[in-house]
């Protein structure tokens, strides 16, 4: 007997590109049948009705920050993520063994995956100067560490060469050599030295060169206007050489960090009021308030660890990021009090069905659902995730196609972290961890996945 049998639904399998109305039947964690509308059907000590809603693998959230906070995960779960990367732009969890121990026995809302960070490899070698190079003896120690955090289960390396800019591009090369060699991916957050920095663009794409897999982290909240036509340009030239090149992207081109990070530094902000008045708290005294340059100031004084937004007012170039081939969705969701926070966290996988499915019609429904399941489930080496046939994860979730729609927006015009509407049904290892768009409390299906 099933477990669950899910009836009624309309099934997209972006593996075998079906797309059809049947049942899906999930036993003991996995997918146990999927069934076409004539056949008969297994018993099952619960049924679903789809109603006729979509029923599509979990989406894989490949550019997460979720791994200490379960609210977090929550909100990611609510859009129908079971499967969150993290450790991401060169931060991870400082001890990776505990930190997978700890999963092992308690759980989590969703399936979680760890890199091993650079940043963090630094400050475990010893080097606290983010200006700084590593000197022969740290790179030495960081390669040694990333090693042991492979064997541990890391995923992948990752960079974020905006917050540690003394990282020469040598350090970079010799540590994605050692993530090549152990078989793991490198994701990087690129250095940025200036507005529209290509060649920074160009130097994590020659990661590539040591033989590793590198996903560009998203790319939309890197470049904007001409300079993302040209940084696509740039990647389908790469990616025409054979170079193994994945890119994601979020819905937003209003990214958020700390606020005593060197992007918003003050030889751009003190300089230019209209700069400043691009930014709006995302955390703190000041949520949801656009800056002015006294808050500036105190903020980045008092506050470094506050989050700001930045809003280049320009969101139709997420779109554009999209019109790449094989651009992976991506939360980069971070951890924040209620009321407070960014909608990404909260709204990037409605808002993205919505407006390029269903509005500006720029993506097919099964090309959109590969893009947030089977391309990342690759990009990230799960074999049984992303997929809709019998033996894979009961990683689910159900969709009202009709009412499905992001709820969250900016701090200061309403809830950041308001789920969406529409998200009807969410298994996770064939757990049901939402039914009728409500959370049951207290379920955590998610395990770790080390590698
Ligand atoms: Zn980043």
Same mark, same amino acid.
């Given at each position: 007997?099933?477990?669950?049998?899910?009836?009624?639904?309309?099934?997209?399998?972006?593996?075998?590109?079906?797309?059809?109305?049947?049942?899906?039947?999930?036993?003991?964690?996995?997918?146990?049948?999927?069934?076409?509308?004539?056949?008969?059907?297994?018993?099952?000590?619960?049924?679903?009705?789809?109603?006729t809603?979509?029923? +599509?693998?979990?989406?894989?959230?490949?550019?997460?920050?979720?791994?200490?906070?379960?609210?977090?995960?929550?909100?990611?779960?609510?859009?129908? +993520?079971t499967?969150?990367?993290?450790?991401?732009?060169?931060?991870?969890?400082?001890?990776?063994?505990?930190?997978?121990?700890?999963f092992?026995?308690?759980?989590?809302?969703?399936?979680?995956?760890?890199?091993?960070?650079?940043s963090?490899?630094?400050?475990?070698?010893?080097?606290?100067?983010?200006?700084?190079?590593?000197? +022969?003896?740290?790179?030495?120690?960081?390669?040694?560490?990333?090693?042991?955090?492979?064997?541990?289960?890391?995923?992948?390396?990752?960079?974020?060469?905006?917050?540690?800019?003394?990282?020469?591009?040598?350090?970079?090369?010799?540590?994605?050599?050692?993530?090549?060699?152990?078989?793991r991916?490198?994701?990087?957050?690129?250095?940025?030295?200036?507005?529209?920095?290509?060649?920074?663009?160009?130097?994590?794409?020659?990661?590539?060169?040591?033989?590793a897999?590198?996903?560009?982290?998203? $790319?939309?909240?890197?470049?904007?206007?001409?300079?993302?036509?040209?940084?696509?340009?740039?990647?389908?030239?790469?990616?025409?050489k054979?170079?193994?090149?994945w890119?994601?992207?979020?819905?937003?081109?209003?990214?958020?960090?700390?606020?005593?990070?060197?992007?918003?530094?003050?030889?751009?902000?003190?300089?230019?009021?209209?700069?400043?008045?691009?930014?709006?708290?995302?955390?703190?005294?000041?949520?949801g308030?656009?800056?002015?340059?006294?808050?500036?100031?105190?903020?980045?004084?008092?506050?470094?660890?506050?989050?700001?937004?930045?809003?280049?007012?320009?969101?139709?170039?997420?779109?554009?990021?999209?019109?790449?081939?094989? /651009?992976?969705?991506?939360?980069?969701?971070?951890?924040?009090?209620?009321?407070?926070?960014?909608?990404?966290?909260?709204?990037?996988?409605?808002?993205?069905?919505?407006?390029? /499915?269903?509005?500006?019609?720029? $993506?097919?429904?099964?090309?959109?659902?590969?893009?947030?399941?089977? $391309?990342?489930?690759?990009?990230?080496?799960?074999?049984?995730?992303?997929?809709?046939?019998?033996?894979?994860?009961?990683?689910?979730?159900v969709?009202?196609?009709?009412r499905?729609?992001?709820?969250?927006?900016?701090?200061?015009?309403?809830?950041?972290g308001?789920?969406?509407?529409?998200?009807?049904?969410?298994? +996770?290892?064939?757990?049901?961890?939402?039914?009728?768009?409500?959370?049951?409390?207290? /379920?955590?299906?998610?395990?770790?996945?080390?590698?």
């Amino acid at each position: 007997m099933l477990d669950y049998l899910i009836i009624n639904a309309r099934i997209i399998d972006p593996e075998s590109e079906s797309d059809f109305s049947g049942s899906l039947g999930i036993k003991a964690g996995k997918i146990d049948g999927v069934y076409r509308d004539y056949v008969a059907l297994p018993s099952a000590k619960e049924t679903i009705d789809a109603e006729t809603g979509i029923l +599509v693998p979990g989406f894989i959230d490949i550019h997460a920050h979720s791994e200490n906070n379960i609210p977090c995960a929550e909100k990611l779960l609510a859009m129908g +993520v079971t499967t969150a990367v993290s450790g991401n732009c060169g931060y991870c969890a400082v001890d990776l063994r505990s930190f997978f121990a700890a999963f092992e026995k308690d759980g989590y809302p969703v399936n979680q995956l760890e890199q091993a960070g650079h940043s963090i490899l630094r400050r475990m070698a010893g080097l606290f100067d983010i200006n700084a190079p590593a000197s +022969v003896k740290q790179k030495e120690k960081m390669k040694l560490l990333a090693s042991q955090a492979f064997s541990c289960g890391a995923c992948g390396l990752s960079f974020g060469l905006e917050y540690d800019p003394g990282a020469s591009p040598e350090e970079v090369l010799e540590l994605s050599r050692v993530a090549a060699d152990a078989g793991r991916f490198v994701s990087i957050h690129g250095r940025l030295r200036y507005l529209d920095d290509l060649d920074s663009l160009r130097e994590a794409l020659d990661i590539a060169e040591t033989g590793a897999q590198v996903i560009y982290s998203h $790319l939309v909240y890197m470049y904007n206007g001409n300079a993302l036509k040209e940084a696509m340009r740039i990647i389908t030239e790469y990616r025409e050489k054979g170079a193994n090149i994945w890119v994601d992207s979020g819905m937003y081109t209003a990214f958020a960090t700390f606020a005593g990070s060197p992007c918003f530094e003050e030889k751009i902000f003190l300089n230019d009021d209209a700069e400043t008045k691009k930014l709006r708290a995302a955390s703190g005294k000041y949520t949801g308030e656009i800056l002015d340059r006294d808050k500036y100031i105190e903020i980045r004084a008092k506050y470094p660890e506050d989050r700001l937004i930045y809003d280049p007012g320009k969101n139709d170039d997420v779109f554009t990021a999209y019109s790449l081939p094989d /651009v992976m969705v991506s939360t980069d969701c971070m951890e924040y009090p209620a009321g407070q926070g960014h909608p990404q966290d909260a709204a990037t996988y409605p808002y993205f069905f919505r407006t390029l /499915v269903k509005e500006k019609r720029q $993506l097919s429904l099964l090309e959109a659902v590969k893009r947030c399941t089977l $391309l990342p489930a690759k990009a990230a080496g799960l074999e049984t995730k992303g997929r809709l046939s019998c033996g894979m994860c009961a990683d689910i979730a159900v969709l009202d196609w009709e009412r499905l729609r992001e709820n969250a927006t900016f701090p200061g015009k309403g809830d950041p972290g308001a789920p969406p509407s529409g998200v009807e049904h969410v298994f +996770v290892n064939g757990v049901l961890s939402i039914k009728n768009e409500k959370r049951i409390p207290g /379920v955590l299906a998610g395990f770790c996945i080390k590698r």
